[in-house]
């Protein structure tokens, strides 16, 4: 299994920034990508990754996603004049246009695709590019939001294409919805797209109904478009993670990508004056540890939003920190989700119960509910209890009988390492299980992530009992709340 983190980064891409007043654009600074990695440089995690260079994105490349004709026109701001520029901006929501923008949003589209390059060629693990111009907004035909190519949804079809790829997770943390992704996406099968987004019932920019809850996918791809719409300001470190648990998880590991895409914005953390939200940088630790354990560790975080500078700069440090598997921070707060938040994944659950058989098991009995497996145990109680209790030191005893098999203890090994600031310890209480205890300590060491191929799936009778277990204890650990149906005090 491939090692390191790759780093991608060039200040060329802070060549361009806004000419005149436009109060919707003035956030999206150069100073962006200046402070993030000053920030890196500080904590010295630049030079514990390995540097890989920038390239500018091919007109083939950039054409996966857009029209040829729209190229043309981002094309032709290079040689425009400022009164021009803002001709050309104006067609667009929330974007501008300078002469520089064509070429770097090429090289961030270039940046993004060296990232997959060295991740799928096995010449690193993980890695993360920070790029300029944002993609999650951007169209076929139309720039949008600050994005001018699609830099995420253009390394999904260049891997799809190079490396024939058959299942890719593109996870939005950005705390906007990438509407540009879900539309390149909502038919292929072949690419799970999850955003959460502040939505407030539609009254958040982008405006959109198709942000909702509801928009599922169409088509062959129905079921993997997967919206979890915000609509409250504030959500914090328990909102994310119960999404987490209680959504992207469980889908997640069932898809079993091969390769994991972060659309890594950071105005979905405190401090930022678009999200209003109040996730910690701690908090990006956990996701980003959470979704190390899928797709063989093989993830490509790509920056998109983010415009409180220091929290952004010190999520970004929190990411990489991860990626090059460092302890895991505490996490911060009470660990207790809202109820506007716990309504919103009940819904998304809900929309998303007859394509994913980890949801299925919620209603009654169907004929899939055997088939339900391990991870709803573990995401599904486990976790959520664990992450309730905030321990400070983790100790996993294995028993001689046990139904759990050798993945399956490796997995929960890996995901607990999250907690306790990563200090662990495992008890095997058996002699002669020579493959456990290299597993485990495969897991413990992070040599490698476990295939997760073969878990041995959960009876009716467990799955239906660790449901009554969630319902009974969740007024004590509240992180077990995934919908509404039980009282709920606070
Ligand atoms: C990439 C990103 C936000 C645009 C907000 C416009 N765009 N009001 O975060
Ligand atoms: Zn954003």
């Known amino acids: 299994m491939a090692s390191g983190t790759a780093l991608i980064y060039d200040d060329e891409m802070t060549s361009y920034k806004l000419l005149w007043d436009d109060p919707e654009c003035d956030i999206e600074v150069p100073e962006r990508l200046l402070s993030s990695y000053e920030q890196l440089k500080h904590y010295h995690l630049v030079e514990r990754c390995i540097h890989v260079p920038v390239r500018e994105g091919t007109e083939e ?4 996603v857009h029209s040829s004709e729209y190229l043309e026109v981002v094309k032709s701001t290079q040689t425009m004049n400022e009164e021009e520029l803002q001709r050309v901006s104006e067609n667009y929501d929330a974007v501008y246009f300078h002469p520089n923008t064509y070429r770097c949003a090429k090289l961030a589209v270039g940046a993004t ?11 690193v693990r993980n890695g993360m590019a920070l790029v300029r111009p944002p993609g999650h907004h951007s169209q076929r035909n139309a720039a949008n939001g600050f994005c001018v190519f699609n830099n995420v949804a253009i390394a999904a079809q260049y891997a799809k294409r190079r490396y024939g790829l058959q299942r890719i997770l593109i996870v939005d943390w950005d705390v906007h919805h990438g509407q540009g992704i879900q539309y390149v996406f909502e038919e292929d099968p072949s690419v799970l797209y999850y955003s959460w987004h502040r939505y407030e019932h539609q009254q958040f920019w982008p405006l959109l109904r198709e942000s909702d809850y509801d928009a599922v996918g169409q088509g062959k791809g129905k079921g993997f478009n997967l919206n979890v719409p915000w609509n409250k300001v504030g959500m914090g470190n328990s909102d994310y993670l119960a999404a987490f648990f209680h959504v992207l998880l469980p889908v997640a590991f069932e898809f079993v990508p091969e390769l994991i895409l972060v659309s ?9 004056p678009e999200g209003q939200m109040n996730a910690t940088p701690e908090c990006f630790a956990h996701l980003t540890h959470f979704l190390m354990q899928l797709a063989n560790g093989r993830l490509c975080a790509v920056l998109e939003g983010g415009y409180h500078l220091k929290s952004l700069s010190e999520s970004v440090c929190m990411t990489v920190k991860t990626l090059l598997r460092d302890p895991l921070p505490q996490i911060s707060g009470e660990m207790a989700p809202c109820l506007s938040a716990i309504e919103s994944i009940q819904n998304v659950r809900g929309a998303h119960k007859p394509y994913w058989k980890c949801l299925m098991y919620e209603g009654n009995c169907s004929s899939d509910a055997e088939r339900n497996n391990f991870f709803c145990a573990v995401l599904g109680f486990i976790l ?17 009988n046990r139904s759990l098999g050798v993945n399956g203890i490796s997995l929960l090994t890996c995901l607990l390492q999250g907690l ?22 495969k897991a413990l060491s992070g040599v490698s992530t476990p295939d997760f191929g073969a878990y041995a799936p959960a009876s009716q009778e467990n799955v239906l009992e660790i449901k009554r277990l969630r319902d009974q204890l969740q007024q004590e650990w509240k992180m077990l709340r995934c919908s509404g149906n039980t009282h709920i005090e606070n």
Do not use: C, F
């Open 61 to 64: 490349e950039i054409m996966l």
């Open 113 to 123: 695709l060296q990232l997959v390059d060295s991740v799928m060629s096995g010449k």
């Open 264 to 272: 890594s914005g950071y105005d979905s953390g405190i401090g930022d």
């Open 384 to 400: 959520p209890v664990a992450y309730s209790y905030q321990p400070d030191l983790v100790i996993i005893v294995i028993g001689p």
């Open 420 to 441: 306790a600031e990563s200090q662990i310890l495992v008890v095997i209480q058996v002699r002669s299980e020579i493959k456990l205890v290299q597993s485990v300590a």
